[in-house]
Structure formats: structure tokens, C-alpha cells
């Protein structure tokens, strides 16, 4: 796959760009977060679903990326007692350690800090 999008690697033009400088591939920040927010996760063997998913707001290079995940549902597999699935919500923040687990406000709106809001399912085996 290759993104040709010129807001990622031209900052020639990016300059005069709305944010002024190139910003960094969400598909990077995706996988940044993902190696990030792993805790208790390192069994899960298959990304068997991504549900959805939001970039919130620009990344660019230099900034520090943190992230967390919660997980939303446990889904037991018809026919299946070895594995199982977890379905997962994985934020991302910048320039923010997710210690106080950064997401969205009373009002509904994502905290300042917030750059990724992503949805899936993996697979995992299941203990005896």
C-alpha cells in the first residue's frame, strides 16, 4: 500500500497548508497506539475485527504519543472453548501520559489531547 497524499511527506507544500507543517500517516499512529496499549493483551493472536474508528485530531512529527485500551466486551465463540474474543477500544492521546485514561468530556467532546478513538475485536485463548 502507498499513500500518496502530500500532507504526509511534503512539507514544500504543507508549509502554506492549514496546519502548517506535514502531519504523521494515521495508519502509523494506529499502529504506534496498538504496540503502546498492550498490557494483558500480548496473547490476542488475530485482529479478527476493526469495528470503527475515528482520527480525532492531526499528529505531526515530534510529538510523543501515548495510548490505553479498555476493554468494551468479552464475546464467547459459538463451537469454539479454546479461543474467545475481546472486543477493545483503544484511544490514543499526544503529549499527554494516559495515566488519568484521557477520552471524552461530560459534553461529549474528545479531550484536547485525544488523536485516536479505535474500535476492535481480537482473538485470544481462552484459560481452562
Not at 485514561?101 to 461530560?106: I, L, S, T, V
Request: hydrophobic share 40%; net charge positive; glycine share 10%.
Amino acid at each position: 500500500y502507498q499513500n500518496t497524499a502530500k500532507v504526509h511527506f511534503n512539507q514544500h507544500t504543507e508549509k502554506d497548508g492549514r496546519f502548517g507543517k506535514r502531519i504523521v500517516y494515521g495508519g502509523h499512529v494506529i499502529s504506534l497506539a496498538r504496540s503502546f496499549a498492550f498490557n494483558g493483551l500480548a496473547n490476542s493472536f488475530r485482529v479478527a475485527a476493526i469495528n470503527g474508528g475515528r482520527h480525532v485530531a492531526p499528529i505531526f512529527a515530534g510529538d510523543t504519543v501515548y495510548a490505553w485500551t479498555e476493554v468494551v466486551e468479552k464475546i464467547t465463540l459459538d463451537g469454539r472453548d479454546d479461543i474467545g474474543a475481546l472486543r477493545l477500544r483503544m484511544i490514543a492521546a499526544k503529549d499527554r501520559a494516559c495515566a488519568d485514561f484521557p477520552d471524552k468530556g461530560e459534553d461529549g467532546k474528545y479531550d484536547p489531547a485525544v488523536v485516536l478513538d479505535f474500535d476492535y475485536t481480537v482473538l485470544m485463548p481462552r484459560r481452562f
